[in-house]
């Protein structure tokens, strides 16, 4: 019952939020950013709940660096709802306009998308972010995270709905699932007429099972299998910093790299100095026959390794001969998110740019950028690998569909 209680709840405060100004919507989301900010140790305390059990369960060091909170990450969630709040609000805004030969005024009109739901896994921080894009675009919420970080969301939300609903917020509009079961989201991916639009944001399997059981539109955020392409010229300290960086910075989030391909001619000198590295910070190598002979201590990759997003301190690499074999092997293996090459030749650059299908794609930087907050959004839902209505990073424009406004002045179609 709690399930579809609160998508109807959610449902019914969608309607006021849809045409509040932005005036409201922007002081909501600064007193709930000042209300994060005045509960951090709460929020700490709340945390460390989900934080022990995962580390009782045995969870891995990239899960559980995912699910911690600290004072730190707490203030870049306030800070990130302030930068939301600063852009210009997308609901409302006419896209175009033009007349018709009878007379007839038509424009494009943003409006909200209505009740968004989104599934996630372990990142508490999403729930924040998540929250203050639906408001600032008028849209109504409803969260459902996983058992994992059920504490720390819980405290998000409560702080965030208190201090969103004291300024106007329709009552209603933040929700929150806490049944944690797998039959939750079945029940919720079903309510069509309720819930507007699901958007799963995690791994492979949740992904598949909302898509798989769905019967509300989705859209599906990325499984990232991204792959670090190092050209034969290239910037060799440029290269071997871009891939410690997409590999270790925060290897549980899915635009960390997985992948590495290094062209033939430079494997012999640049591979082992990446290697060295990464082995520094903890990283297990899986590679091709040739990256074997090269490293001797790696682990031999089956297939399923370059199909793989581990999420985790290990790294699949592959030799290959050019851009050509790097853009084939990405094109069959990766995910559509996001995919870099490591280049100072101009023509293989563009090659990779225009030939990589992928959501995001970079020439001398590292894939970590994907990300709603380094794109300039403030946050984002997450990053679609689709192509339908949304791809790459969800921000406040995503989140908004189209409503065609027509004026006349007593026109009929003969």
């Known amino acids: 019952m709690e399930v579809k209680k609160k998508a109807r709840l959610a449902k019914e405060a969608s309607q006021s939020l ?44 990239a899960l559980i660096d995912r699910l911690i909170l600290n004072e730190e990450r707490i203030k870049a969630m306030a800070e990130g709802l302030r930068v939301i709040k600063a852009l210009p609000d997308p609901v409302g805004e006419i896209i175009s306009q033009w007349k018709r030969p009878k007379g007839l005024e038509i424009g494009q009109k943003r409006v909200p998308l209505g009740v968004v ?16 894009l639906c408001i600032k675009t008028g849209n109504a919420i409803v969260l459902r995270g996983s058992s994992e970080a059920i504490h720390s ?4 939300v409560k702080i965030m709905t208190e201090a969103a609903y004291s300024v106007g917020i329709p009552v209603g509009s933040i929700q929150l699932i806490e049944d944690t079961r797998r039959e939750s989201v079945q029940e919720l991916v079903k309510l069509n007429g309720l819930i507007d639009v ?26 990232g299998n ?20 997409a590999k270790v ?23 082992p100095r990446i290697v060295e590295e990464l ?46 074999e790097a853009i084939e092997h990405i094109n069959i293996y990766g995910t559509g998110h996001s995919e870099a090459i490591v280049t100072s030749d101009y023509f293989n650059a563009e090659k990779f740019l225009n030939q990589v299908d992928a959501a995001a794609v970079y020439v001398n930087a590292s894939t970590r950028f994907t990300d709603g907050y380094e794109f300039g959004f403030g946050a984002e839902l997450g990053i679609s690998t689709q192509k339908l209505h949304a791809r790459g990073p969800m921000g406040l424009k995503e989140l908004t569909t189209i409503k065609y406004i027509v004026r006349g002045q007593g026109q009929i179609r003969e």
């Open 18 to 61: 849809a045409i509040l100004s932005s005036s409201q919507k922007d002081t909501a989301l600064e007193l709930m950013a000042q209300a994060l900010e005045k509960h951090i140790p709460d929020l700490i305390a709340e945390n460390k709940l989900d934080v022990d059990m995962a580390d009782k369960n045995g969870r891995s060091r």
């Open 117 to 132: 739901a989104i599934i996630y896994e372990s990142r508490p921080n999403v729930t924040a972010d998540a929250i203050g």
């Open 153 to 156: 969301n819980k405290a998000i």
């Open 198 to 223: 699901v958007i799963p944001r995690g791994g492979a399997g949740l992904i598949k099972a909302v898509v798989e059981n769905a019967t509300v539109p989705i859209i599906e955020t990325g499984v």
């Open 226 to 245: 991204c792959h670090v392409y190092v050209d034969g010229r290239c910037d060799l300290d440029m290269a071997l910093d871009i891939v410690v960086n």
């Open 249 to 271: 910075q925060r290897p549980g989030v899915c635009n960390a790299a997985e992948t590495l391909l290094i062209d033939r001619t430079i494997a012999p000198e640049l591979l």
């Open 279 to 324: 082995k520094n910070n903890k990283v297990e190598i899986r590679g091709c026959d040739e990256t074997i002979k090269l490293i001797p201590d790696a682990k031999a990759a089956c297939l399923e390794d370059w199909f793989e997003e581990y999420l985790d301190y290990i790294l699949a690499v592959r030799i290959v001969d050019g851009v050509e």
